[in-house]
Each structure stands twice: as structure tokens, then as C-alpha cells.
């Protein structure tokens, strides 16, 4: 099963978008680390990445997977291309991809 549960943006700010979503509309805002917040509420989380080593340049949608490994092997048998390597971060793995009409997305998998 895949699911689009997340979209990231990029933030000069992570700290400020953070506590600007909570303030507005009442959402859960978690930091992990000083770069890096997780909003939930709204339906779909939104992540906030400051770190300009860790940003992607475009808003990125992340869709959960069931399988990681699953999940990389089908885009790559349909033409997409990995741009950047599975990594752990805390509460599961992920990896980006690009599909053939250019557009970078991410798939993660919750690890326990």
C-alpha cells in the first residue's frame, strides 16, 4: 500500500514555521533537532527542513510505503532514478526519487 502522508518544504526557519502552523490552526508541532520540525494536524504532516545541506528546492511530497526496498525496485523498473540513497532518520527510512517527467518525490517506511 502506498500513501502520500507528508509533504516537506524547504524553510528559512524551521523553529518559526513550526510554531506559525501551531499558532494558527491549533496543529502538533514537533522539532527534531534545530532544523527540522514535524507539524501534524491538518490531515496530510508537514515537514519543515531549514538545513540548506538537507533541503530539497521544491516543496517534496513524501509517500509511505509498506516496503522500502519494494517500492525503489518498482520506480526504477518504471523509469524513475534514485537521487538520493535510503537513509534511517528517527522513526523510519527513506530514499528520494526522480520521476521521467522530472518531479523529486521521497518514500519512507516506518521502522520500529
Do not use: N
Request: proline share 6%; net charge negative; hydrophobic share 40%.
Amino acid at each position: 500500500m502506498y500513501a502520500v502522508d507528508m509533504v516537506e518544504f524547504p524553510s528559512s526557519s524551521a523553529e518559526r514555521s513550526g510554531a506559525f502552523f501551531a499558532r494558527v490552526f491549533g496543529w502538533r508541532s514537533t522539532a527534531y533537532g534545530p532544523d527540522y520540525v514535524d507539524v501534524q494536524g491538518g490531515g496530510v504532516a508537514l515537514g519543515f527542513q531549514s538545513d540548506k545541506q538537507e533541503q530539497a528546492s521544491a516543496p517534496l511530497v513524501v509517500i509511505r510505503a509498506a516496503d522500502l526496498e519494494q517500492a525503489r525496485a518498482a520506480i526504477e523498473a518504471a523509469g524513475g532514478e534514485v537521487t538520493v540513497e535510503p537513509f534511517d532518520f528517527p522513526g523510519g527510512r527513506r530514499f528520494h526519487f526522480r520521476e521521467p517527467g522530472g518531479s523529486e518525490l521521497a518514500v519512507w517506511c516506518p521502522v520500529e
